[in-house]
């Protein structure tokens, strides 16, 4: 195959790899700048097998120390990759510092990245400088009428865009940065999920640009349909058309064949993933104290009154600010929230707002605060309790599960209780 020696021991590149090189994904990066209507992104989930889900999501430290206890369980991982459960370049600053970590580290591990490429180009000199060897970029359509249909909006900045627009403005930064990382010398495989009656005519297309950008493999990923997305009703393209599509693809460009629709917490070798064994230890590096909480000495509260957690976040007129005095700790500020009604912009605002907090404690917390709190750094808890009590298990390293607010999701009733812990997604 096109590409560099390198390739040989990758084995998501390389077939005849998969059973003796194995592969790491260090779940840093929870946000994501657009919303594909297949997916439904979960960072707490261990019973569903499929991208954007993960039992935890690291720190750039976390990952470091979770890197070195995967090693010990698994030796054969030749590979560091970062694949969400967001997208990793819409978390510059955690997956940039993750994989500067993890190169100083691990100086002989191979450095991967899996995008949908909006995001790509304004980083293409830090990645290569970085040393990331290779990259996924997924590119679903060609055609902006097409991506129109399975794209609900593509953020950029501060803007989102919908409809043909979005999905015209998404196809320029894939084809900026697919030609920018092949100029880097960069190896990049091509991955398009194929929708039934959606894109699967489509697929030829994307095949062609591929190659026409230098693109070294592709990869045609039956969708999977997912509860609570606008395509969960669309059923998986069958063997024989995904046979049939890979077929029309191979003329142009060489087809990756043994995907197996990995989690973004994936460890081991493809085909035999010990994610789920590896979620109790996910989760224990993700409960560590950050090395670089001296940066973030303080922890903000949603409280009706003071003295317990017991606010939603998005409840929350003004937020403490705690930290360590004296022998416990005590209030060091109160902030008003920003505004309701700017959608994801107040999580944003409400981040920088947080800048010196290493947690944000809630009784209740949504998706998208969630993704974007902990993309700038800010972890976000969700905790019943008094708030001292929270405070001296975040400080002193402790389990907090116990204060933890308890879900009962359908996903994960069936397995309630198994995962580490975790109990619920």
Not at 38 to 54: F, H, L, T
Not at 339 to 345: C, D, F, I, N, S
Not at 371 to 399: C, M, Q, T
Request: charged share 20%; proline share 6%.
């Amino acid at each position: 195959m096109a590409g560099t020696s390198i390739s040989e021991i990758h084995p998501c590149f390389n077939r005849a790899a998969k059973g003796s090189h194995g592969r790491v994904h260090l779940p840093v990066a929870p946000a994501c700048n657009i919303k594909c209507n297949y997916c439904d992104r979960k960072y707490s989930c261990v019973n569903e097998s499929r991208p954007g889900v993960a039992s935890a999501v690291l720190t750039p430290s976390q990952a470091q120390v979770y890197m070195e206890r995967v090693l010990n369980a698994e030796p054969r991982i030749r590979v560091a990759g970062i694949a969400g459960p967001g997208d990793p370049m819409a978390n510059p600053g955690n997956t940039l510092a993750t994989l500067q970590l993890i190169k100083e580290r691990f100086p002989g591990m191979l450095l991967c990245l899996s995008s949908n490429g909006l995001a790509v180009p304004a980083y293409l000199p830090e990645l290569a400088g970085v040393g990331v060897t290779h990259m996924t970029i997924t590119v679903n359509a060609v055609d902006p009428a097409i991506g129109a249909r399975i794209y609900s909006w593509v953020r950029e900045g501060k803007i989102a865009y919908r409809g043909e627009e979005g999905a015209k403005l998404l196809l320029e930064r894939q084809t900026e940065a697919v030609a920018g990382l092949k100029e880097r010398g960069i190896t990049v495989k091509i991955n398009t999920i194929v929708v039934p009656g959606v894109n699967d005519r489509h697929v030829g297309e994307v095949a062609r640009w591929s190659v026409a950008l230098g693109a070294d493999l592709m990869n045609l990923i039956p969708m999977h349909p997912t509860a609570n997305t606008p395509f969960e009703s669309l059923g998986e393209p069958s063997r024989a058309l995904m046979q049939e599509l890979r077929q029309e693809c191979s003329q142009f460009i060489e087809q990756m064949t043994h995907c197996t629709r990995c989690r973004a917490d994936a460890v081991g070798l493809l085909g035999e993933d010990r994610s789920g064994e590896m979620a109790g230890c996910l989760s224990s590096c993700a409960g560590l104290r950050d090395t670089k909480s001296a940066t973030r000495p303080y922890v903000a509260v949603a409280s009706r009154e003071g003295s317990l957690v017991n606010l939603h976040l998005g409840q929350a007129g003004e937020f403490q600010i705690w930290g360590p005095e004296g022998d416990g700790y005590g209030l060091i500020d109160v902030r008003p929230a920003p505004p309701a009604g700017t959608g994801e912009l107040r999580w944003r605002q409400l981040a920088e707002l947080l800048a010196d907090c290493r947690n944000v404690l809630a009784s209740g917390i949504g998706e998208t605060p969630r993704a974007v709190l902990a993309s700038y750094g800010v972890e976000p808890l969700e905790v019943n309790g008094f708030i001292e009590e929270a405070l001296k298990a975040i400080y002193a390293g402790d389990d907090l599960s116990a204060m933890r607010v308890r879900k009962n999701r359908a996903c994960c009733a069936e397995k309630m209780g198994q995962g580490g812990g975790l109990g619920c997604c």
